[in-house]
């Protein structure tokens, strides 16, 4: 089977474009989330998704945006890139229940010039 | 807000050695905590969960355990190798979210 994919798998922006990101999860799994980590971090939660609906939203700024298709995909949009925004975008998906274990994609390194 | 803590940053040991990571957690109010492990540049792999139930779990060399009473879990690899060398993480969730530590990157050498 599978495991949760990710694309691209690198890519490089100038400051004040936008970034769109993709994921695709495991067969059979509805939530999807993604994190972002920069150099040194640990990853930090940016969105949940389930079901379409966003579940939940970490600290991040409005410039951030997410969304989740119908066969559980989702794409996560970065607007006006700043340099602080280079960093490994981590996707993960998992059942639905809290208590599931949450399995990550390879990431898409993203480096903002 | 949760925090989570990883000691030591960094870790060197021989081939051959038994070891322990360490994680405290600042909440005590969690689903579960589950371990990671990252190689350079690349994503997350699970290694073990722990549910709030539940005092350990082990899988092959590696066990886990879980004092929620004391905020503190502890994973430890039994007869490290060098293909152990990568970064551990923890990461505590309650809620939607994952709360990692900064993790501890272990070196093992031949």
């Known amino acids: 089977d599978a495991g949760v994919t990710q694309s691209p798998t690198h890519l490089i922006k100038t400051r004040g474009q936008h970034v769109t990101l993709r994921c695709s999860p495991i067969?059979?799994?509805?939530?999807v989330s993604w994190y972002q980590q920069v150099l040194g971090q640990g990853p930090q939660f940016i969105f949940q998704?389930?079901?379409?609906?966003?579940?939940g939203r970490g600290n991040f700024p409005d410039r951030f945006s997410a969304r989740q298709f119908p066969n559980y995909s989702s794409e996560l949009n970065v607007n006006a890139l700043l340099l602080g925004d280079s960093a490994l975008y981590l996707c993960?998906?998992?059942?639905?229940?809290?208590?599931?274990?949450?399995?990550f994609g390879p990431g898409t390194r993203l480096l903002v010039l | 807000k949760q925090e989570v803590t990883q000691i030591p940053a960094a870790l060197s040991v021989p081939e051959g050695e038994n070891l322990v990571l360490n994680c405290s957690f600042t909440?005590?109010?969690?689903?579960?905590l589950q371990w990671f492990r990252q190689d350079p540049g690349k994503g997350l792999t699970s290694l073990l969960l722990?549910?709030?139930?539940?005092r350990e779990q082990t899988s092959g060399r590696l066990n886990a355990s879980l004092d929620k009473s004391s905020g503190r879990s502890t994973l430890y690899i039994a007869a490290s190798q060098p293909g152990d060398s990568a970064t551990y993480l923890c990461?505590?969730?309650?809620?939607?979210?994952?709360?990692f530590g900064k993790g501890t990157t272990l070196s093992v050498s031949s």
């Open positions: 990461a505590s969730q309650a809620g939607t979210a994952l709360i």
């Open positions: 993960a998906s998992s059942l639905p229940t809290a208590e599931e274990t949450q399995y």
């Open positions: 067969s059979g799994h509805k939530s």
């Open positions: 722990i549910q709030s139930s539940q």
């Open positions: 909440d005590s109010a969690i689903y579960n």
């Open positions: 998704y389930y079901e379409k609906e966003e579940r």
